[in-house]
Every structure is written in C-alpha cells, then in structure tokens.
C-alpha cells in the first residue's frame, strides 16, 4: 500500500475523551470550559485523559464562548534577524504568565508591505488572540483596534497604541561620533524605510552628530536603503562609486543587514574593510557578530524591547495603562569593521 493509500489518523474527539474518562460529554465540555459543578477528582481525570489522548478543542469555537484565547500575537511583516531577536525575548517573557504565543507573517514581499498589520489585526483579533504586538508596523494603528495592541519600532506620524523602541538618535549619534573620533570625516548615511520613525530619527542622529563635529551634511552621502539588503545594494555601489576624494571613508548604515551588504558590495569593487573603508551598523543582530570582518554596531537591547513590550500589553489586557511609550537605550558595540581612514 502506498502512503498516499494509508489511512489518516482520527482525529480525536471529544466524545472519545468521555468515553476514556468514563463520564459524559457534557462533563468534559465543562471541564474544558471551566464551568463549574466538576468535583475536583473528576476534572483532574478529565484533563488527564485530555493529555493522553492528545485532544485539542477548537481554538476559536472555545474563544467565542469564553471570550478569551490566551494568546498573545506577535505580527511581523516577515521574520528576518530584528523580529527574530524580539519574539526571543517576548517568548521568554511569556513564561508563568499562563499566555502562549502565536507569530504571525503577514507581508512576505518586498512591495506587499502596506497595510499588512491591518489586515492580520482583522484576521487574528479576538478569534484567535487577545492582544497583540505588531514590530514596525507599515501604517499608524489607531486606538480603535478591537483588541490591545502594542508597537515595536513604530510607525511615523501622532501618537496611537503604546509604544516601545530603542533611543535611535543618540544610537546614530554614538555611531557617528565612534567614526569621527577615528578620524574619518566623509561619512555616508544608508537610511532605512522612510516611513518608520526611527529611519528618521537615525539620520536625525546622524545629522546632528556631523554638525556637533563640525563637518558639513552633503546630499552626496546619503542614500535610502529601506531596511532591507536587496533594496541596500544599489545605493551602497552608488556611495562607493564615486570619485576619489569624494567617495566616503565610512559608512553609517542603518540596521546591521544593510552594512553587511555594504560590506559585500565594498568588496565586489576591490575595497578592504576596515582598510579602505569602515563601516558600522545598528540593532546587534546575530549575524553582525558572524560577518566578516565582524561588525562594528549600535546595539539595541532587543531581547529587553521584546520583554517590555510583553510587560506593556499584559497591562492593558488587565484593564491597566502606565506607561504609553518606552525608549529603552543604545549602546555602541565596538568590533573589526571600523579603523583609521586609510592616509593614502
């Protein structure tokens, strides 16, 4: 018989679970739906017959009537190094507080990215999560949400849900004085997604930095890499194309997956990092320690970010609001990308 021709395994149900525990349906229904009138020896033996069986009820159909998953959303456009860090540290939040967690893609394409947490915000909230964490979202969210929801790397524009991010200009600003304190002075700018605040607020950073130094902001140096190394790849050649004397020495990147696509295309065109060129980048994901030449960062605490934002919706889903928005610090990460300019 081929595997195709195999029998599927029966689904267990749950008059399979009286039948086992020896009472009737309507006492596992109740048991499952903490209603009351089980003496404590019988659900003990239910939930026991539950675990052996491995019977599952319906997420959504017990959501409906208790009004309440236990599920906490985790909505990323795609999982990529940053989100990836976050959920670790969300997930560890998780634990004795009696929530599991459900990580939801909702955008796998480079140009599907507006409106997706819209989208998975209607097809998630309440059938099958209580609340949400949405990390850089493409749109405001508005407080009109039908469910709680919580914002990592926000969006730009007016204030709406809670908020937590990390402090983006005095990161850009660390990594910007880290590079003139070697003394390079022609220093480019890779920006990230326009649309997010901390694009904006990293070249902010980056901006001040080089007016603090007393060098000049050229239009020449900065390019937009919207966050994303395919879309990094074509300003970083055009930054490291031109001409001697105005090619720049260093390049600020703004997150680490961009850098190390700079650092790729540097060597396409026969430039040594950090001899030729430095280069630093900003989140500390793991890949920045795993690049070569290791990379010189702007760490953000996303471990922690993820745990706050967890500690944030936790609150609002107990009927709490404290703080609305956290801005948790930067620090720099000094590694091999970054030396002296070269005094050729």
Not at 208 to 221: F, I, Q, R, T, Y
Request: no cysteine; hydrophobic share 40%.
């Amino acid at each position: 018989m081929s595997t195709l021709d195999q029998p599927r395994p029966r689904r267990v149900t749950i008059t399979d679970v009286a039948r086992e525990a020896g009472v009737s349906v309507a006492t596992v229904s109740k048991v499952i739906n903490e209603r009351y009138g089980v003496s404590e020896s019988t659900s003990e033996k239910v939930l026991a017959v539950i675990d052996q069986l491995g019977y599952q009820s319906s997420l959504i159909a017990s959501s409906l009537r208790r009004k309440s998953t236990r599920v906490i959303g985790v909505l990323v456009a795609e999982f990529e190094p940053y989100s990836a860090e976050l959920l670790k540290g969300i997930s560890a939040g998780l634990d004795s507080t009696g929530y599991e967690l459900l990580a939801h893609a909702g955008s796998t394409g480079v140009h599907n990215h507006s409106g997706w947490e819209r989208r998975s915000l209607s097809r998630l909230g309440h059938t099958l999560i209580d609340g949400a964490i949405v990390v850089t979202p493409s749109m405001i969210i508005t407080d009109e949400t039908t469910i709680p929801v919580v914002a990592i790397d926000p969006h730009t524009g007016p204030d709406g849900p809670m908020t937590v991010d990390a402090d983006n200009v005095t990161g850009a600003r660390l990594a910007v004085d880290h590079l003139v304190g070697l003394g390079h002075q022609r220093i480019g700018f890779l920006g990230g997604r326009p649309d997010l605040r901390s694009a904006a607020l990293r070249e902010q950073g980056y901006r001040e930095a080089l007016h603090a130094a007393g060098l000049s902001v050229s239009p020449d140096l900065i390019r937009v890499g919207g966050y994303r190394p395919e879309l990094a790849e074509a300003p970083a050649r055009e930054l490291l194309s031109l001409p001697d004397g105005l090619r720049p020495t260093a390049i600020f990147a703004a997150n680490d997956i961009s850098a190390i696509k700079v650092i790729e295309v540097a060597g396409s065109l026969g430039l040594r990092v950090p001899e030729d060129l430095s280069v630093i980048g900003f989140d500390n994901v793991p890949e920045a320690r795993d690049a070569t030449p290791p990379l010189t960062t702007v760490a953000q605490p996303l471990h922690e970010m993820g745990r706050a934002a967890l500690g944030l919706l936790l609150e609002l889903l107990e009927g709490k609001e404290t703080e609305r928005h956290l801005r948790l610090p930067a620090e720099l990460v000094e590694r091999s990308s970054t030396a002296a300019p070269s005094s050729d």
